[in-house]
């Protein structure tokens, strides 16, 4: 995906969401307020592009905790690049959604 | 009682995640229910933490679970086979007529193997019933009591005179007979001459020749509906020994569903030789008009004199049974015309919207994109044919009334769809090499219609023809029209 890739409002808000912390499908749901139904299938277009990676948590970790392995998803170097353009084009994002350096400050 | 509630519904939450992966290809699916059964567990653990689980938490974590099903819906577009069954349709017209021949094949072979339609099939063809009348004494007062001696039939059948071809007997054993071993049930059997079926062209379906020891044996015809019932329609059913009372037949075969049109009802027929009946015996006769009697019987009743021995006059009555429902190639027929009729109504079917500027195609491109559109035609309505009779005679009788109507309807809904794909596939093949025009483009804004011109464009891949189809259609551009693309167009298709 190029610097200058124009994402759509939605696929910018999800990029925003986990670049704020919000690695699971399920927060990204609660933060962005879209349904499962956008989310999931955007976050798969976003992988596919190689802006976000997936990982599972290890299940030791799961297991401490007793409850099932999330996987979690990360912005790739792309990815952050693509966000940075996103924000110039909707500049509203950072404010929807502010990231945790953002917060503390 | 919130508990079970809560558990009932997770399994629901679970149900549906479960059909969701079915749509997600093999490969992804063991990793997609994964993630999606993690996060619906930390859902409804979020849920649970609150003090009020409310249906509102539940239904919101429905809402979560058929989100999978767009989910699912990406994997299977982004990473499935992409094996589409219709596909070769829309290629190249040898593909499209291969791809009609081998659909063709497929449902004659499905018409041949499926017993049932086999079976209505030769039915259809037999002319089952045509000429044969039921005669009774025209003093009784209904068909439903048996008035002839089988004396009397065999003084007939002697006899047949001018206006019959054949004569068979048959009487209905009072009370009914219970089968061997199941004294609870009884069976109302028919003993009748063996030539009965042959007498009104009823195939007998599974039907099956005694082995040598069986040959001293009766043959026995089962109804289907007995059959059915009794046997729980065994196939392998024929050449197996029924006892009766206290008397063995063998089982000959099944009569079609719906077949017996004679007065009372019947389980089975016991097809035995004249020398059984007795002489004294009451039935009824069933008679083969022959061709001058046919044209003799002009009312469907008809009162039939005879003389017996010392010149007295005996008075019958001729019931004329053959009056049944059209046979399926009759109501087929029937469906297309209707669906011919209603195509116009429906689908586009003018082919002739060539550019007047630009060059018309030679007779022999012409000629072969009227045969590409005759063959489509054809072979869909053989499809046609053959697909409705399957769905129409599964589980259905040629002698039942319902047949027809779904005969009726399933072989108009087939060629109607039919008709109008294959127009539709016409308009959009280029005239030139009959392949489809390809590579949509919008041209022009709708909003300005008055103004400028707006609709669809494609192009032929070979680089013949640009197809433009409006938008709106308008007095001057209503249908749709060919471009011929020249020579100055060739450097864009080398290769294609």
């Known amino acids: ?102 917060k503390s400050v | 009682m919130k508990l079970v509630a809560g558990r009932g519904c997770n399994i629901v939450h679970q149900l549906l995640l ?14 997609w229910l994964r993630e999606w059964r993690a996060e619906l567990w930390h859902l409804r653990n979020q849920s649970a933490r609150s003090a009020f689980c409310s249906w509102r938490e539940e239904f919101a974590s429905t809402r979560f679970c058929s989100g999978a099903f767009q989910d699912a819906l990406f994997f299977r577009r982004e990473f499935g086979s992409g094996w589409k069954p219709f596909a070769p349709l829309a290629e190249s017209p040898s593909k499209c007529l291969l791809f009609l021949c081998a659909l063709l094949a497929a449902c004659y072979l499905f018409t041949v193997i499926l017993p049932g339609v086999r079976a209505e099939r030769s039915l259809a063809w037999s002319h089952a019933y045509a000429d044969a009348v039921l ?49 609870q049930k009884r069976w109302h059997i028919a003993f009748a001459s063996s030539n009965l079926f042959d007498l009104l062209s009823i195939p007998v379906r599974f039907e099956a020749q005694g082995r040598s020891a069986d040959r001293h044996l009766y043959s026995i015809v089962l109804s289907d509906e007995f059959w059915r019932r ?17 008397r063995d037949f063998r089982i000959a075969g099944v009569a079609p569903r719906g077949a017996w049109r004679f007065p009372e009802k019947v389980d089975a027929w016991v097809l035995e030789p004249d020398s059984a009946i007795e002489p004294e015996a009451l039935g009824f006769v069933v008679a083969q008009l022959s061709s001058k009697g046919r044209s003799e019987m002009w009312a469907p009743r008809q009162l039939i004199k005879t003389y017996g021995p010392h010149n007295s006059e005996e008075d019958y009555l001729g019931v004329l049974l053959d009056e049944q429902a059209p046979p399926p190639w009759a109501v087929f027929l029937f469906g297309v015309l209707l669906a011919l009729l209603a195509l116009p109504a429906t689908a586009c079917v003018s ?146």
């Open chain 1, 1 to 102: 995906m190029a610097q200058d890739a124009k994402l759509s409002h939605t696929a910018a808000m999800i990029l925003q969401a986990i670049d704020a912390g919000f690695v699971y499908g399920f927060s990204i749901m609660e933060t962005t307020g879209l349904p499962s139904g956008t989310v999931y299938p955007a976050m798969r277009r976003l992988e596919r592009d190689s802006l976000i990676w997936s990982r599972w948590e290890r299940q030791s970790i799961a297991d401490q905790e007793q409850r099932p392995a999330r996987k979690y998803y990360k912005l790739t170097t792309a990815g952050k690049v693509t966000l940075e353009a996103s924000r110039k084009r909707y500049p509203l994002l950072a404010r929807l959604i502010p990231s945790a350096e953002e």
């Open chain 2, 18 to 31: 479960r059909g969701a992966s079915l749509l997600v290809p093999v490969s992804h699916r063991g990793e």
């Open chain 2, 135 to 183: 005669i009774r004494n025209a003093r009784a007062n209904n068909n439903a009591t048996p008035t002839i001696s089988f004396q009397q039939f065999r003084q007939w059948d002697r006899d047949k005179g001018k206006y019959f071809e054949g004569f068979a007997f048959y009487r209905v054993a009072q009370p009914p007979i219970a089968l061997a071993g199941s004294a």
């Open chain 2, 230 to 246: 009794d046997f729980g329609g065994d196939v392998g059913i024929a050449g197996s020994i029924l006892r009766i009372g206290n």
């Open chain 2, 351 to 496: 082919m002739s919207e060539f550019s007047r500027l630009s060059h018309k195609p030679s007779w022999s491109r012409r000629f072969l994109r009227w045969g590409f559109m005759g063959g489509k035609v054809a072979l869909l309505v053989l499809i046609d044919y053959f697909v409705s009779l399957d769905m129409s005679y599964t589980y259905t009788s040629v002698f039942s009334p319902y047949s027809v109507y779904l005969h009726l309807a399933t072989s108009f809904s087939i060629c109607l769809l039919g008709l109008s794909w294959a127009c539709r596939d016409q308009r959009q093949r280029c005239p030139v090499c009959l392949r489809r025009v390809t590579h949509a483009t919008r041209v022009g804004v709708a909003s300005q219609t008055f103004l400028g011109w707006s609709g669809t464009e494609l192009i032929c891949a070979g680089g013949h023809t640009l197809l433009h189809i409006p938008a709106l259609p308008t007095s001057w551009f209503s249908t749709q029209r060919w471009l011929y693309l020249d020579g100055s167009w060739e450097f864009l298709f080398t290769g294609s």
